[in-house]
């Protein structure tokens, strides 16, 4: 049977272990889409309602699943579309192939329609971009595409003009000069430090009476080691957001999240700690860690290029995670100085003890800290997680409690809005059997996760079990802007800008898709409807009405950021009234743990 250049394309996907593609049709790339039809029975393809999304859903599947992720669009308006998606994959390190389509060879330079220069367009986000010219060409390119995004773990992109997918495949091109062969299968590297390296690390380590670790994503599989490190050590572990999941918020000596959308028990443990131990993360804000020269530091991470760039150290491990600390603990001695620990620990105390008072503030109608408060004990013990970008990030950050098991992500470095359901999407098509949750802001929702419900629709009755939730915090505001723009600048909000227009989120997922809808406007009706949700036989889709006036303020707050949230309250913001009231009850709540204002 004859073999077009977009059946080898396939076929190599295959032989490269790919079995799902999300993707978006046109006709740029109409000889792929019709390779797909005759390779229907060895892919999975996922049809999104818009490129950007096939490309988060391919970033997503990559972050859940630790393989290649591909997504597949057509040439000109298709290929930009994806660009978006592809950045946040960049920025977060993770693998994905993008393969996108191209006008006709020779119409190239013409200015044809839909003539776009891929090259350029692909040329930053991805570190491998190459279009195939000729069918002899195709097989090395493939090759190289996908050695590259898994050995890097970075993206790249396969540019396939249209003409060029109906040729004659060329499986083994000729043997002259100027072709090339290539292979299935890429080398994974495995640096590890020397002997002489850990014990410096640990030298270094056990100087210090006062130890903090900071850990990332890169953590995520190693979670059993940094436990044991960090009881030698007796020190606290704050985790960066991508690294949410790589501890349980259970154990006493875990102080949460840090940074921006960090606690108070993280900001204190930098702020005291002589020495720091930084695993498998690139935190990017270093006014949350030691002073520069505070504090003696030790980094390990699989790259070496990500080491000493936000804070100075003076050993590097470079390893798998896991690996190094294996190694690295029996050279590690017992501190004797056990009033860090429990410093740490009677922070994270009351810490836990404040967020609950704070919670359960009342507000209007809803206090969006007691939405999650509410959540953390009725998650499934396999969830995943998958939040998007917007004041909820904060309290998921600091409010949701995390049980091994557990797994969750979102877009990190990028900080993208509405990655939220595309993230779900592709967490659900990885692992069919576990009960999935995407937290979504309704400026996000609006922005793409409503249409992207439908592609839920389509598909969520070949999933294993029904279990997938999207939960919509309706403020009717850009609320993580808002209080940026208020905190950072002291401008009142600008109502033109931030308004989120009213939407009927969980009648239009039950009267529209057939999910079950739930509505919640009372704090009160919040435990029952998260139990709803989770029981469910079908997707759910539950609208929260919270108060957008309630402050999503870091651990702590600088003069000159005070200055400006006084500043925008003179200036008369419209929600004046509101701040105020819920400023007080903050207040009142950290004063006064457990009294309602």
Known sequence: MRQTVADFLLQRL?????????????????????????????????????????????????????????????????????????????????????IVGQQARSSLGSDYQQEVDLQTLFKDVTSYVETLMVPAQARQVIDRAFRIAAAERCVTCIIVPNDLQELDAVASPPRKHGDVYSGIGYANPHPTPSDQQLQQAAEVLNAGRKVAILIGAGALAAGD?????????????????????????DLPFVTGSIGLLGTKPSWQMMNDCDTLL???????????????GQARAVQIDINPRYVSMRYPT???????????????????????NPEWRERIELNVRKWWSALEAKAMQPANPINPQRIFWELSPRLPDNVIICGDCGSHTNWYARDVKMRKGMMGSLSGKLATMGSGVPYAIAAKFAYPDRPVLAIVGDGAMQMNGNAELITVKQYWKQWKTPNFVV???ANHDLNQVTWEQRAMTGDPKFEASQHVEDFAYARYAEDQLGFKGIRVDKPEDLGKAWEEAFA????????????????????????AEAKAFTSTLLKGDPNEVGIIRQSVRDLMARVLPGKNG
């Open 536 to 559: 469910a036989d079908r997707p759910v889709l539950i609208e929260i009405m919270s108060d957008p006036d309630v402050p999503p303020l870091p651990p702590h707050i600088t003069l």
């Open 225 to 249: 080691e940094v436990v044991a490190v960090a009881n030698r050590l007796d020190a606290g572990v704050a985790k960066a957001l991508l690294g949410k999941a790589a501890l349980a918020d």
């Open 278 to 292: 930084m695993i498998g993360t690139t935190f990017p804000y270093a006014e949350f860690l030691p002073e520069d």
């Open 471 to 473: 939960m919509v915090l």
């Open 14 to 98: 295959s032989d490269w272990g790919i079995r799902r593609v999300f993707g978006y049709p046109g006709d740029g790339i109409n000889g792929i889409m019709g390779a797909m039809g005759r390779a229907a029975d060895r892919f999975d393809y996922v049809r999104v309602r818009h490129e950007e999304m096939a490309a988060f859903m391919a970033g997503a599947h990559a972050k859940f699943t630790g393989e290649v992720g591909v997504c597949l669009a057509t040439s000109g308006p298709g290929a930009i579309h994806l660009l978006n998606g592809l950045y946040d994959a960049k920025m977060d390190h993770m693998p994905v192939v993008a």
């Open 314 to 336: 003076e050993v590097n491990l470079i390893g798998d995670s896991a690996e190094v600390l294996n190694r690295l603990l029996p050279l590690l001695q017992p501190k004797d």
